[in-house]
T-cell receptor, first 112, second 113 residues
């Protein structure tokens, strides 16, 4: 049983397009996150949601818009994709905000 | 701002040799500390965590880590490395409250025969 699942696993798209990445967790956790991992493997927090409420938005361009329809889902929509958006995007969840996070498999986004 | 430093970008060890990966953090109080492993093309898997109490913590896959307050360190160790341990290792901290994990830049471990 997959605890945190993301779809799609790979996404190749052209500059200027709009795309979405979906994330679901079946752990019953209250908190969910999006992290971005760049080509040098550096992991940086993008957003944090607690009980469907946005609590952290780390200087992310407003082309990125997270949406949490319920506690188990946190989707990421990206408008007007740019070359620099190419990265691996990880969804994660945790029982509360200051504990360990459980990560999905990642979505490798390539913008061409 | 809190930060996490992993001084070694890449380490190569022989199979069967011992391993120590370094992690230092900068934060006034003792944060919550974590080690994760990322195999190629995979997500991050939690190896172990430290919140309080015994400063030597045991994790999965035979890993352990020791918290040293005086050195602001949380180094990861394994007595005998297996080829399957080759991966990227990340140290992470959380200072509590509504804050997410902050990750170090990672250490890539290569294992040679």
């Amino acid at each position: 049983d997959t605890a945190v699942s993301q779809t799609p696993k790979y996404l190749v798209t052209q500059m200027g397009n709009d795309k979405s990445i979906k994330c679901e967790q079946n752990l019953g956790h209250d908190t969910m996150y999006w992290y971005k991992q760049d080509s040098k493997k550096f992991l940086k927090i993008m957003f944090s949601y607690n009980n469907k409420e946005l609590i952290i938005n780390e200087t992310v361009p407003n082309r990125f818009s997270p949406k949490s329809p319920d506690k188990a889902h946190l989707n990421l929509h990206i408008n007007s994709l740019e070359l620099g958006d190419s990265a691996v995007y990880f969804c994660a969840s945790s029982p509360r905000t200051n504990t360990e996070a459980f990560f999905g498999q990642g979505t490798r986004l390539t913008v061409v | 701002a809190q930060s996490v430093t992993q001084p070694d970008i890449h380490i190569t060890v022989s199979e069967g040799a011992s391993l120590e990966l370094r992690c230092n953090y900068s934060y006034g109080a003792t944060p919550y500390l974590f080690w994760y492993v990322q195999s190629p093309g995979q997500g991050l898997q939690l190896l172990l965590k430290y919140f309080s109490g015994d400063t030597l913590v045991q994790g999965i896959k035979g890993f352990e880590a020791e918290f040293k307050r005086s050195q602001s360190s949380f180094n990861l160790r394994k007595p005998s490395v297996h080829w399957s341990d080759a991966a990227e290792y990340f140290c992470a901290v959380n200072r509590g409250g509504n804050t997410p994990l902050v990750f170090g830049k990672g250490t890539r471990l290569s294992v040679i025969a």
